[in-house]
């Protein structure tokens, strides 16, 4: 398993842990807010967030 995909599962993990952590503390009972009121819908944007932040874009350069 290269370091690529190492660093995007951690980040990954990370993000949903995040989303739903904020699901869990800030969250909206009402059911009125869309992302907030689901704990799965709230966990898969804190993934696609993860995901997003540990995307390296940048092109390696081999000599």
Known sequence: ????WIRLSVYGFLG???GFAY???IGCNSGACPITSN?????GYGLAA???LG???KKSKKN
Do not use: D, E, R, V
């Open 1 to 4: 398993m290269s370091g690529k």
């Open 16 to 18: 949903m842990g995040a």
């Open 23 to 25: 699901y869990y503390f």
């Open 39 to 43: 704990p799965f819908i709230s966990t």
């Open 50 to 52: 993860g995901l997003i």
């Open 55 to 57: 995307w390296n874009n």
